[in-house]
């Protein structure tokens, strides 16, 4: 079973703070993708990573892939009310439908 | 990025009938279509992946008579599920993946919220 296993699970910190979420997995992924999802809404993509040590930046989120493409973490940077939300990482499987394999999510919440 | 919508957005239906939600690609065409489940606090657990003009592969636990998936066109992949009950209550979610989207990117409809009563 290929498991992809995300930290912390919750996280509860002020505003203008830094934090990083994590995603582990000893499978190795062709890609990784994070998003976002608000209750009641469906996941939003934020950034796709493919290639090993690879970093991408989206504005104050900085999104990197472990050289082996096994991992990946999400730098948020001066944390804001607005960043507060489910952060899922989800890793594609070489030769699998393009099924992706889920973490269990990081529910983030900023504080005033 | 790629749009998907889905219909309805929730459902109140009683117990032993059948709902059908929609899962639209806008703005490309959709070689490939997911149904997920989701229950509250929890991640994403999914159901089936389905090719246009082909059968869905079903996830293990998950019962393909129950839960009829139909991806007839590049565009529009439904779901039923039948016969429902209260423990069918949930947020099921659909994403759309296709030629021309970069790496196995999958975007997602905005879920749609089935209580059975």
């Known amino acids: 079973t290929q498991l992809l296993e995300q930290s912390p699970q919750f996280l509860s910190i002020q505003e203008g703070e830094n934090l990083t979420v994590y995603c582990n997995s000893s499978?190795?992924?062709?890609?990784l993708q994070w998003y976002r999802q608000e209750p009641g809404e469906g996941p939003v993509l934020l950034v796709t990573v493919v290639t090993g040590g690879e970093v991408k930046k989206l504005k104050r989120l900085t999104f990197q892939f472990g050289d082996a493409r096994k991992d990946s973490s999400l730098h948020i940077t001066a944390a804001q009310t607005g960043d507060t939300g489910l952060y899922l990482c989800?890793?594609?499987?070489?030769?699998?439908?393009?099924?992706?394999?889920f973490g269990k999510g990081t529910k983030l919440s900023v504080k005033p | 990025g790629a749009v998907v919508s889905q219909h309805p957005s929730w459902v109140i239906c009683k117990s032993g009938t059948s709902v059908k939600i929609e899962c639209r690609s806008l703005?490309?065409?959709?070689?490939?279509m997911f149904w997920y489940r989701q229950f509250p606090k929890q991640s994403l657990m999914l159901m089936a992946t389905s090719n246009e003009g082909s059968k869905a592969t079903y996830e293990q636990g998950v019962e393909k008579d129950k839960f009829l998936i139909n991806h007839a066109s590049l565009t529009l992949s439904t779901l039923t599920v039948t016969s429902a009950h209260p423990e069918d209550s949930s947020f099921y979610i659909c994403?759309?993946?296709?030629?021309?989207?970069?790496?196995?990117?999958?975007?997602f409809g905005p879920g749609t919220r089935l209580t059975v009563l």
């Open positions: 499978s190795v992924f062709s890609s």
């Open positions: 989800a890793g594609a499987v070489s030769g699998s439908q393009g099924n992706l394999i």
């Open positions: 994403s759309a993946s296709g030629p021309g989207l970069y790496y196995n990117e999958q975007f």
């Open positions: 703005d490309f065409q959709a070689t490939t």
